[in-house]
């Protein structure tokens, strides 16, 4: 069997920076995978993936020229079906068998096998295997089919009648197994070994590829591109952080525009530019923002991550004399920062508090108002949260911060770039001469914004944060506005994780419950639907979500989380003790005791009484059970308001002997009705003691 390296390449128009990456790796993994499936490469192939701005391309090691034959076993019907009484074969046998290209003389050789209940025929035959170029066809029209494309174009091809849809028009393509081309086509093209290089810098305008192995060196040293995306990222970051180093500063890090640049140029070239030293009077966000976004420039940062008067400029071309490319640039950004000084003066004009009035003109949700009323809801809320936390100063700061907090909505500099509102916030409120309390909680109320992020710098920030957030959950859950599935266009999952994590890293002493209704009651009446439990119920899943990303199983925390927990900064604690408990050998058969006790009192009908008569103790089983309750239930509760939940649950241990000896030797619901009622409220106590500080029925296997 002939193996040698297989390369294919597509050809085509600039791609979609932002998708380059993935559509480099989808058209790789997806050929290379039908390849293998196709038995045309091992399962453990090497497969190498090229992504450049005018190329997909993948190399799979130790391919085919074609696969194997394989033995295949074909189910045909039920032996009472293929058969008749005397063994000969029906019918309905003849017609499947001809069906397979095969007749009577195969039946002979039909294999019988239990197939569920009944008893089947199997047909043995080899398939033989795929040749390359049939093989390559289909994995390539797979690879094409699956790329993520977010929008295709429509495109006429050459003979001017014909058209295709593609992410970009494809002008050529290459198969190569070793050094013979395979005849495959796709989009109108014709598999050949001509490919071409860099626009501007190649030898050649064409290069001709000798075999699927020398693809990455003919590009690199014929066609001046480096086809390897990862590649070219690295280089590019190599020259980065010289071009950085060499003026004693640090390009600022940003792996999303990095690999947005890796797909914009074949051959980087790091060049230094400088813009002058006034435009530094800006606030460095809106400026790194600019030169990011609009120009796709690496700002530098000096020792103390302060921004300097210069930047990094990728380029695609690497002439002589670099300076008309530097100047350009340096002319081009120019206007964008001068914009940015601009926006920044004039904002300065206006107080913020005197932009608050404006917001009642802008619409938030056509059912829940402008934002200047949710502004008045996120207020209300946030005064509450800072009355609990820390009385009316706390209150007091933090209803001004929540009243200033949207305001920056309404000014230039937000709205050219809305991912700098909170941060513009604070600059000028700084500017207004509020303190640094209050301006830090004006940016810091929409922390945490994702997975990772800090949280409020102080506590006036936490305050209108759980406000701003919480009014978001209860306001969207009260009209009805409910995440399904992956759909979540108000981002409440992300609102909800960072309530949570509030709660726990700021160690809050605050219930969810009170911090629902505390959101709630900012709303005028009627104009939500009762969702209390709703929005409880929402937060809690992410907080049990976050504590099995910990590490703790689904039993440790169901068992923690069912008995809704008031205070959720406590709850990592309680899963410590919970997983202690857990390792005791006595915690099985607890367990599944204070399963059968919950059982036993769910189908009481009626209430349970709590106190229970010693003179109506007659079993000694239940006599033992109850002077033990009456010594380790105190040490239990004890340790528990004392915070020592570890303490309190293995304290329960001493309880194994008594329990099972009470289930072992007593009838729980005996006739005498007094008797039975007192024994319900022994295991009512018994199942209080056990469920202080988690519901460890949970545990039961």
């Known amino acids: 069997m002939t193996m040698k390296n297989l390369l294919v390449e597509l050809f085509v128009e600039e791609l979609p920076p932002k998708s380059l990456k993935k559509l480099g790796e989808s058209f790789a993994e997806t050929l290379s995978a039908s390849l293998k499936a196709q038995g045309l490469a091992a399962a453990d192939a090497a497969v190498a993936s090229y992504a450049s701005p005018r190329r997909l391309a993948v190399q799979v090691a130790n391919v085919a020229a074609q696969a194997a034959d394989k033995p295949v076993s074909q189910k045909l019907m039920p032996v009472s079906v293929g058969l008749d009484a005397n063994g000969q074969a029906t019918p309905a046998l003849l017609k499947r068998l001809a069906a397979l290209g095969a007749d009577a003389s195969a039946v002979p050789q039909l294999k019988r096998a239990q197939d569920g209940k009944a008893e089947a025929l199997f047909y043995d035959s080899v398939a033989k295997g795929v040749a390359l170029a049939d093989g390559l066809q289909k994995a390539l029209e797979e690879a094409l089919a699956k790329l993520p494309i ?40 014709n598999a050949g070994r001509e490919t071409h290089g860099h626009r501007f810098e190649a030898a050649n305008a064409t290069v001709t590829l000798k075999d699927a192995d020398s693809y990455e060196a003919q590009l690199e040293h014929e066609g001046a591109v480096i086809p390897s995306f990862n590649k070219r990222r690295a280089e590019i970051v190599k020259q980065l952080t010289a071009a950085a180093a060499k003026e004693g500063l640090k390009p600022i890090k940003d792996d999303a525009l990095l690999d947005e640049v890796t797909a914009l140029v074949e051959r980087p070239n790091v060049l230094l530019g400088q813009f002058e030293t006034e435009f530094l009077e800006v606030p460095q966000e809106c400026l790194i923002l600019t030169m ?38 340096e002319r081009v950004v120019r206007p964008r920062l001068a914009d940015a000084k601009f926006f920044f003066d004039q904002d300065r004009k206006k107080p913020l508090d005197a932009r608050v009035l404006g917001l009642s003109k802008v619409v938030y949700h056509n059912k829940l108002g402008t934002q200047g009323e949710r502004v008045q809801r996120v207020q ?8 609990q936390l820390g009385g009316d100063a706390l209150a007091a700061q933090a209803d001004q911060a929540a009243l200033l907090a ?13 991912e700098l509102q909170g941060i513009m ?22 922390k945490p914004r994702f997975a990772g992020d800090e949280l409020p710098r102080n506590m006036a920030g936490v305050c209108v944060a759980l406000a701003d957030k919480l009014e978001t959950l209860v306001g969207m859950f009260g009209i009805g506005q409910i995440p399904t599935g992956d759909k979540d266009p108000f981002a409440l999952r992300r609102h909800a994780l960072g309530v949570v994590r509030m709660l726990l890293e700021k160690k809050l002493p605050l ?19 009762d969702a209390h439990a709703d929005v409880e ?11 099995r990303e910990q590490g703790y199983s689904a039993n440790e925390v169901e068992a923690v989380l069912s008995l809704n927990p008031k205070q959720i900064y406590l ?37 349970v009484g709590d106190k229970v008569d010693a003179a109506l103790l007659p079993e000694a089983a239940e006599q033992a059970l109850h002077q033990a309750l009456g010594v380790i239930a105190p040490q239990a509760d004890a340790a528990f308001v004392a915070g020592d939940y570890t303490a309190s649950l293995q304290a329960l241990a001493a309880l194994r002997v008594p329990v099972d000896a009470f289930f072992d030797n007593v009838m729980v619901n005996a006739e005498d009705e007094k008797l039975r009622a007192n024994r319900l409220a022994l295991l009512a106590q018994l199942h209080a003691a056990m469920n202080r500080v988690a519901d460890i029925s949970k545990l039961a296997a």
Request: proline fraction near 4%; hydrophobic fraction near 50%; glycine fraction near 10%.
């Open 511 to 529: 219930s969810l419950s009170d911090l629902v209704k505390i959101a709630f009651a900012g709303f005028p009446h009627g104009l939500l639907a």
């Open 150 to 189: 977010a929008k295709v174009m429509t495109y006429q091809l050459a003979d001017g009648w014909s058209s295709v849809n593609f992410v970009r028009p494809a002008h050529g393509l290459v198969a190569l197994h070793g050094a013979d081309i395979v005849a495959i086509s796709t989009l109108g093209l």
């Open 292 to 329: 990011k976004a609009n120009q796709k420039y690496f700002p530098l940062l000096d020792a103390v991550g302060k921004l300097t008067n210069k930047f990094l400029i990728v380029s695609n071309i690497r002439p002589a004399d670099a300076s008309l490319v530097v100047g350009g640039n």
């Open 406 to 418: 949207k305001a920056d909505l309404l000014t230039d500099m937000v709205g050219e770039f809305p």
């Open 537 to 547: 119920t929402f937060v809690s899943e992410r907080l049990g979500g976050t504590m």
């Open 571 to 607: 709850v990592p604690q309680q899963l410590e003790a919970v997983r202690a408990f857990a390792a005791l050998p006595e915690a099985a058969a607890l367990a599944a005791a204070n399963k059968r006790v919950g059982n036993i009192l769910k189908k009481v009908e009626g209430a």
């Open 425 to 446: 916030g604070r600059y000028y409120a700084l500017h207004d001469g509020l303190s640094d309390d209050i301006a830090f909680a004006i940016e810091d109320h929409y």
């Open 380 to 387: 209300a809320i946030a005064r509450a949260i800072g009355a």
